[in-house]
């Protein structure tokens, strides 16, 4: 050490190791200096990926609550979704509503069949008289099957639908208007017409 006041750098702490140790504490330097580096840079790294992992989880949080409000539970939405099907039931009976009287006469001349949910499936008698409804536009086979299930089997059937009728069924298939959009009553009494 020099008298001058200048002192050599790490003088303080070399002056209470032994002469060997100062060398190899002088080669592990960069590795401390690496060492800090590394953690500090895995800490940046690792707090990055905590606010990503935080901020899915809120963004998750945040859509379920606008899915599923706070409330009743379950059944907040219900009283909104019950206007909505009310509101289509009355917009298919009024498109059905307007039924000229041709029309009128020729269903009352026609036998109706009654729509009963869960007839017992086809028998060899029914599978006789059944129509192949898949030629309507819009049933494809799987529709058959319910439709049979229901109780329907002939285009006759569907021709003499009223408007409550095409409404029920178009409510126990969760159709929406598909029904009058596709004018089965039409095509099955063409159908029915032309066998």
Request: glycine share 10%; net charge positive; hydrophobic share 45%.
């Amino acid at each position: 050490m020099t008298d001058n006041g200048n002192k050599q750098l790490g003088a303080d702490w070399a002056a209470l190791m032994p002469k060997q140790v100062i060398p190899a504490a002088n080669l592990l330097t960069p590795q401390f200096g690496a060492a800090a580096a590394v953690s500090v840079l895995g800490l940046g790294i690792a707090s990055q990926l905590w606010g990503l992992w935080a901020g899915a989880i809120a963004g998750a949080l945040d859509a379920h609550t606008k899915l599923n409000p706070v409330g009743n539970g379950e059944n907040a939405a219900v009283p909104q979704i019950t206007g909505d099907v009310d509101a289509l039931k009355t917009i298919i009976r009024k498109k059905a509503a307007p039924i000229s009287p041709k029309t009128v006469d020729a269903q009352a001349t026609q036998v109706k069949a009654p729509i009963v949910p869960n007839v017992r499936p086809e028998t060899a008698e029914t599978a006789k008289k059944s129509d192949d409804l898949k030629r309507i536009s819009g049933v494809g086979p799987k529709l058959v099957s319910v439709l049979n299930n229901m109780g329907v089997h002939t285009f006759a059937q569907i021709a003499a639908w009223t408007a409550d009728d095409i409404a029920k069924v178009d409510d126990r298939l969760k159709f929406g208007g598909r029904i009058l959009r596709d004018d089965w009553v039409g095509q099955a009494r063409a159908l029915a017409g032309g066998k």
